[in-house]
């Protein structure tokens, strides 16, 4: 807590995010998120979880929300909120950040009826998106059409809760920095401007440059890291230049 508490003297704002319910990597088949939850995921007992972080937290100024679960998906994903209402039991003072299902794309469960929640003024969603979000299609089709397929998908799935005005937030997005990546550099292309014009927030996966072990391998070279591999250096400074063109709102307070 001392850490995060210290980034408040810098004015930084950290969100917290239940990803996984057991060690390990976050996106695998088992990590209490997926098909394999019952495995890994007792509901009861994940709600002990995130509300311990959000009394822990409370009071503490600069954690503004809480996420609840990472990238549901598989048979065993469900569109309750209970967690939501515990997170706001233990501190009314964070954020409740909601997911979608199918690996965070997916909030259209949505569209004809919200979550029954007993707070207000406080909820917002989150989506992730990538350009394996939608497999090789950048790689293969034309990339104006593919950019208008995939975010006319995007709204159909997400977006539409801006159209509904509820918050939400890209909560990952992010490419393979080292720029030979035809797939992700056709796709950043058309993120940039759709979170431009919808005046979009975001966090950037990621700003690790390795990792100690990731998946059985000791040292692996995260190619998707703001960092390079040292943690000395950053990976590709162009991308940090385009970015920051989406940093500061496109919009005012309406």
Known sequence: MAVVSSLGANNVMVILDNHISKPGWCCSSSDGN?????????????IKGPTQMATIFNGVSNVVGMSLRNELRGPRQNVHAK?????????????????????DKDLSFLRNQQVNLTFTGKLVFEMHWYGFSDGQAWLSGNPNQVCGRVVDNMMRLSGFLLDQGWP?????????????????NRYINCFLATVAELDLDWALWTLVGSYYLREGVIGLNEVYGVLDWNWCDNRNSSFLQRISAVQSPFRGIS
């Open 34 to 46: 997926g098909f394999f939850g019952d495995k890994y995921f007792n509901p009861d007992l994940w």
């Open 83 to 103: 967690g939501a209402e515990a997170v706001h039991s233990a501190n009314s003072d964070v954020l409740v950040i909601l997911s979608g299902l199918s690996y």
């Open 168 to 184: 939400l937030l890209v909560s990952e997005f992010g490419m393979d920095l080292r720029g030979t990546n035809v797939n992700d």
